[in-house]
């Protein structure tokens, strides 16, 4: 079984940064996929970053530019450092690792609100 501990979340105010973070754990396998999906409130859950095991990567065209997702391969740890942050971007940010055998796993989200 796969356990994602995230960590980083918090209050900013409109052009801040923020840094999130997401542990994998209890396996020995490196995670295929890594990457962090949001929701704002009100709204359906959305991709906003993905990376593979070789380090490309994917954003959703609301972030590029002003997010940078990124890993470590030897912690099984993604990060995604969010930048020029807008009060659109608040929600709850679930990481998320596709680790072989297993099914798709989630982390708990943490919550990321960008005051205006």
């Known amino acids: 079984q796969v356990q994602l501990v995230e960590s980083g979340g918090g209050l900013v105010q409109a052009g801040g940064s923020l840094r999130l973070s997401c542990a994998a754990s209890?396996?020995?396998?490196?995670?295929?996929?890594m990457g962090w999906y949001r929701q704002a409130p009100g709204e359906q859950r959305e991709l906003a970053a993905l990376i593979t095991s070789g380090g490309n990567t994917n954003y959703a065209v609301s972030v590029k530019g002003r997010f940078t997702i990124s890993r470590d391969n030897a912690k099984n740890t993604v990060y995604l450092q969010m930048s020029s942050l807008k009060p659109e971007d608040t929600g709850v940010y679930y990481c998320?690792?596709?680790?072989?055998?297993?099914?798709?796993?989630w982390g708990q989200g943490t919550q990321v609100t960008v005051s205006s």
């Open positions: 998320f690792a596709d680790i072989t055998p297993y099914p798709r796993s």
């Open positions: 209890g396996n020995n396998f490196s995670a295929r996929l």
